[in-house]
Every structure is written in structure tokens, then in C-alpha cells.
């Protein structure tokens, strides 16, 4: 199996493995550290704690799902806690696309 190397991948490979400098690797190594470092700064500073609460919320209803809960989303969290999570402008549409479909003669409620 032959590896793809990106464009900009290139400057990491020599072409011939006796022109291997330490310094060099060195320089690659701690650029790549750098990088590394910056993207998960920036992973984490984009997840805060409020939404770092809402993912473990979803995912603790995945798992109580998974194993034969039956209860709908809302019901789980209860009222408070399931408007807060989903925020009032969605509910908004999504109260505006229920009242749609009401009219419209479906039984099924989006959420």
C-alpha cells in the first residue's frame, strides 16, 4: 500500500534518508507540537461548559434509550430543563411548524 502525501506535507520527507539532520527533525517535531497544541485550544475553547453539559445530557438520554427507555426526549429532562436545552427560538419554530401540521390534518409532533 503506497501512502498519499499531500502538497503540503512534502517538506517533512527528504529524498535521500543519508541527508537526515537531527536539527531539522527537531524543528518538525516542535512545529508539529505547536500545531497540535493551538487546534485543541481552539477545539476547547469552542466546547464551553454549557455545552459541554447539553453533550452529556444527550448522550446520558442515548444511553437510557439504548437500553429500553421509552420515554420521549422531553419527558426525560422534564419541561424547565428540556426548553432551556433546546432554546426559545427553536422552540418557536418548532411550536410554529407543530401548529402547521395540526392544521395540515399529521398526528405526529416534531419533538
Same mark, same amino acid.
Given at each position: 500500500m503506497s501512502a498519499v502525501i499531500?502538497?503540503?506535507d512534502a517538506k517533512y520527507f527528504?529524498? /535521500?534518508? #543519508?541527508? @537526515? /539532520?537531527?536539527q531539522r527533525n527537531k524543528t518538525i517535531v516542535?512545529?508539529?507540537? #505547536?500545531?497540535?497544541? =493551538? @487546534? @485543541?485550544? #481552539?477545539?476547547?475553547? =469552542? !466546547?464551553?461548559n454549557e455545552a459541554m453539559d447539553r453533550i452529556d445530557i444527550v448522550g446520558t438520554y442515548g444511553r437510557y434509550r439504548f437500553n429500553r427507555g421509552h420515554k420521549k426526549f422531553r419527558d426525560y429532562v422534564g419541561?424547565?430543563?428540556y426548553e432551556k436545552l433546546?432554546?426559545? #427560538?427553536? !422552540?418557536?419554530?418548532?411550536?410554529t411548524l407543530g401548529a402547521a401540521d395540526r392544521l395540515a390534518g399529521k398526528t405526529k409532533i416534531l419533538l
Open positions: 499531500q502538497p503540503q527528504v529524498d /535521500n534518508p #543519508k541527508d @537526515f /539532520n537531527p516542535e512545529e508539529t507540537v #505547536k500545531e497540535t497544541t =493551538a @487546534f @485543541f485550544e #481552539k477545539l476547547e475553547g =469552542a !466546547l464551553d419541561r424547565e430543563l433546546i432554546g426559545e #427560538k427553536i !422552540l418557536s419554530k418548532i411550536r
